[in-house]
């Protein structure tokens, strides 16, 4: 994976499997992290017995790099993509040097099963298939298909890459991806594995508190932080009593800040830095929003069920399959609807929401999902 000594959703839910997976193999973790980097008290990694190793790819000449830019961009825009000029594209875009250098790493290790985390990592693991040997290769998708291949996302990768990626993909064992609805997406076959609860829940919510809370990185359009600001800002125009809390930290920080002062919103919406003690935020909320423009799984959710809240939330597709008819649903982007669905969320029975809350959150515990990746494995 690209880093496992860091902070993000991705970092803590591999976390989370590998120390459960340690339990019964050998685990070890190639990162691209630096080695000074490494810190097992992230996400209680010292918990475990796991073995990590540091792999970094090298450099490439300036020419060949040019050169391999000139295929690239003939196959992204010219073309017909083919089986055959897909495969020079992986060639094109990971280049040999690259490729034997990864090899070796992954073949050092006598492995039974490889598993790449994230698509880009995925499809580097799927060109060196023929040189691993019988080790079953499995891809983890974490970015749902739209992220992935729509517009307007930081991860978008595009759609004239979509037959690129499925010949790659199709070459694995197994692709996981983390909902139904990204499944169908697909024109290979993937398996549905969801994401874990991956933290312990603290006390359950007493629903009295009058706050709305989000959570997430503050990464580029990503969590709608910017459009949850904005629906607030016409919520407060007729409530005087709610506020909102958002818990994260990134390059966006700034520009919220400054909408939440041009709004006069400074007593009724407060930014707090990451934390890993993130139960008490959870704790103390009475509703939480997920403004997300788009989610590969909305882990917080079910951190927020998990602690009895109710959850206004975007129609995201993944956002409905984890929740069912349990969600307030908003179309995604929609400020005003957005409004609307924090005024309703303040008049809900909310002891009858807790309560089904709690029960959906059960379904992503740790022992249901784990006896899924081990059949994965293990078959």
């Not at 992290?33 to 990694?45: C, G, I, Q, V, W």
């Not at 069912?324 to 649903?329: A, H, I, K, Q, R």
């Not at 400020?335 to 029960?359: D, G």
Request: aromatic fraction near 12%.
């Amino acid at each position: 994976m690209d880093s496992i000594f860091s902070f993000g959703g991705v970092q803590r839910v591999t976390a989370v499997i590998a120390k459960a997976l340690s339990k019964d193999y050998h685990v070890t973790i190639v990162t691209l992290d630096e080695p000074s980097a490494k810190d097992t008290s992230f996400y209680d990694l010292q918990e475990a017995d796991i073995e990590y190793r540091f792999f970094q790819f090298p450099r490439t000449s300036a020419l060949k790099w040019k050169c391999s830019k000139v295929y690239s961009a003939l196959y992204r825009k010219v073309l017909p993509q083919t089986r055959l000029t897909s495969e020079w594209y992986s060639h094109s875009s990971f280049l040999s040097e690259k490729r034997k250098a990864l090899v070796k790493e992954l073949n050092c290790g006598h492995y039974d099963v490889i598993i790449g985390v994230h698509a880009s990592l995925t499809v580097r693991l799927a060109a060196c298939k023929s040189q691993l040997g019988n080790t079953k290769l499995i891809g983890w998708i974490h970015n749902s298909y739209k992220a992935l291949f729509g517009e307007g996302s930081r991860y978008c990768i595009g759609p004239e890459l979509i037959k690129y990626y499925e010949y790659q993909l199709a070459k694995l064992h197994h692709t996981i991806v983390l909902c139904q609805y990204d499944a169908q997406q697909y024109h290979i076959p993937t398996d549905v594995i969801y994401n874990p609860l991956t933290l312990e829940p603290g006390s359950i919510s007493s629903g009295t508190s009058k706050k709305f809370l989000a959570v997430g990185r503050f990464s580029h359009r990503h969590k709608g932080f910017d459009l949850l600001i904005q629906a607030f800002h016409l919520f407060a125009q007729k409530n005087q009593d709610w506020t909102l809390d958002i818990v994260g930290e990134g390059v966006e920080e700034e520009m919220y800040r400054q909408m939440i002062a041009d709004y006069g919103l400074q007593e009724r919406i407060t930014i707090h830095p990451f934390t890993n003690h993130i139960q008490s935020y959870y704790s103390t909320a009475q509703v939480y929003v997920l403004s997300s423009r788009w989610e590969g799984f909305g882990l917080v959710l079910v951190e927020a069920m998990a602690h009895g809240l109710p959850v206004v939330s975007s129609n995201l597709p993944t956002s409905k399959e984890i929740m069912g008819d349990f969600g307030l649903y908003y179309e995604n982007g929609n400020i005003e609807e957005l409004a609307l669905r924090l005024e309703e969320a303040t008049h809900v029975n909310w002891m009858e929401k807790s309560k089904e809350a709690l029960a959906i959150a059960e379904k992503f515990n740790l022992d249901t999902i784990i006896p899924q990746w081990k059949k994965l494995i293990e078959e």
